[in-house]
């Protein structure tokens, strides 16, 4: 039987790998990237158009939903806060800005956001339906004499 060995030094490489083309070739694989459910992947090069074209709405928008979907909150938060520098009447980033807080269990500014996206777009059901999910979830934790943001404890 042949042995195979594979030495560190024969697969590492000095320089960094850089993606092929530019910013507009990176959006658009980051695109293809989340949407086969690789947010990681997504974000990596999103964060990448963002150091060649900082002011991008539209990076900033997929590397928040990038991230969402990886599960970082904390950072997804923190790129629609910075989309909504950008363009305060952003519905959508409200809207996920809200999502990103509800998770993190910030009701009160989730909720402020949420309405936010509701009033500005009220066709959109699943603004409403956010934003009635956050509400009772307020209304049963002051119903129970609980602290309306952060982890119950027992």
Same mark, same amino acid.
């Given at each position: 039987?042949?042995?195979?060995?594979v030495?560190? !030094?024969?697969?590492?490489?000095?320089? $960094?790998?850089?993606?092929?083309? &530019?910013? #507009?070739?990176?959006?658009?694989?980051?695109?293809?990237?989340? /949407?086969?459910?690789? $947010?990681? /992947? !997504?974000?990596q090069?999103?964060?990448?158009?963002?150091?060649?074209? $900082?002011?991008?709405?539209?990076?900033?928008? +997929?590397? &928040?939903?990038?991230?969402?979907?990886?599960?970082? +909150?904390?950072?997804?938060? /923190? %790129?629609?806060a !910075?989309? *909504?520098?950008?363009?305060?009447?952003? =519905? #959508?980033?409200?809207?996920?800005l809200? *999502?990103?807080?509800?998770?993190?269990?910030?009701f009160e500014?989730?909720?402020?956001?949420? %309405?936010?996206?509701?009033?500005?777009?009220?066709?959109?059901?699943? #603004?409403?339906?956010?934003? !009635?999910?956050?509400? %009772?979830?307020?209304? %049963?934790?002051?119903?129970? =004499?609980?602290?309306?943001?952060?982890p119950? *404890?027992a």
């Amino acid at each position: 039987m042949k042995e195979w060995r594979v030495t560190i !030094s024969s697969v590492r490489r000095s320089d $960094p790998i850089e993606p092929a083309g &530019g910013p #507009y070739e990176w959006f658009q694989r980051a695109g293809e990237l989340l /949407a086969s459910g690789n $947010p990681d /992947a !997504s974000a990596q090069l999103l964060e990448r158009v963002l150091g060649a074209e $900082p002011g991008s709405q539209a990076a900033l928008e +997929f590397l &928040g939903r990038a991230r969402f979907d990886a599960r970082r +909150f904390d950072e997804a938060a /923190a %790129a629609f806060a !910075s989309l *909504l520098e950008f363009a305060p009447d952003n =519905d #959508y980033a409200h809207f996920a800005l809200g *999502l990103c807080l509800w998770h993190r269990q910030q009701f009160e500014e989730a909720r402020d956001h949420l %309405a936010l996206a509701f009033v500005m777009r009220p066709s959109r059901s699943e #603004y409403g339906k956010a934003l !009635s999910q956050v509400k %009772a979830t307020l209304l %049963a934790r002051a119903m129970s =004499d609980l602290p309306l943001n952060g982890p119950v *404890l027992a």
